[in-house]
């Protein structure tokens, strides 16, 4: 089974420009969660897909980021103008099943680090 | 208020020997599931071990155990006979049923020492 993807690994932009992340989770996984990892901190949720609409998006900045899940399937999250603090890595994960009770972990691509300067 | 507390930023523990990271939770919904990943220095998130928060026994995956107490609200990892290849910063985290959010803590550096 192909895991989640994501691209680019790395992107190093300047303050001011613009940058979008891809995701591609694994195959038939209904909700889509993509993370911001600053550097030493734990993932914080920016936003929730459910198939394609949005379940959770309230620590999105959305003055500057943005996301989409088309057809319910990839995503992309875009950030708007950069912002030196938005530096991190940013991780998607995919997870089977909305809830059964049953584990249905999320899965982890390997994550985009971004570097702003 | 936080859903996942995990008060240990870092930890040494000498190689072969046991070792408890400690996390505590927060939630009103009955039904919520408790994970642990594993964050190495290369980046990626690798899921260890479930408990859901009706399972009457602490869930147990090779050399990782859960100790889940829910009165007390606490889903500790332990980690037994510790391997160099332990070293990394471990996540808890949370799925509550009503939101399907996973609730992740700021997380615990893990040093093995040889």
């Known amino acids: 089974e192909a895991g989640v993807a994501q691209s680019p690994r790395y992107k190093i932009i300047e303050k001011r420009q613009s940058v979008a992340f891809w995701c591609n989770p694994i195959s038939g996984h209904a909700t889509l969660y993509w993370y911001q990892q600053i550097l030493g901190q734990g993932p914080k949720l920016l936003i929730q897909f459910q198939n394609n609409g949005v379940v959770d998006d309230s620590q999105l900045p959305k003055d500057r980021f943005s996301a989409e899940r088309l057809k319910g399937v990839d995503s992309t999250l875009k950030i708007q103008p950069a912002k030196l603090e938005d530096s991190a890595v940013y991780l998607c994960?995919?997870?089977?099943?909305?809830?059964?009770?049953?584990?249905?972990?999320?899965?982890f691509g390997q994550g985009t680090r971004l570097t702003v300067v | 208020a936080q859903k996942i507390t995990q008060t240990q930023p870092g930890m040494f523990v000498q190689e072969k020997e046991a070792v408890t990271l400690d996390c505590t939770y927060d939630?009103?919904?009955?039904?919520?599931?408790l994970f642990w990943y594993k964050q190495p220095s290369s980046g990626e998130m690798i899921f260890l071990i479930y408990q859901g928060s009706y399972d009457e026994q602490n869930a147990t995956e090779g050399r990782y155990s859960l100790n889940f107490q829910k009165a007390r609200k606490s889903a500790n990892l332990v980690i037994s006979a510790s391997q160099l290849g332990d070293s990394a910063m471990y996540f808890c985290?949370?799925?509550?049923?009503?939101?399907?959010?996973?609730?992740f803590g700021s997380g615990t550096k893990l040093n093995v020492k040889p």
């Open positions: 939630t009103s919904d009955q039904s919520y599931g």
């Open positions: 994960a995919s997870s089977p099943v909305y809830w059964t009770g049953a584990k249905a972990e999320a899965f």
């Open positions: 985290a949370m799925r509550e049923r009503s939101f399907n959010k996973f609730y």
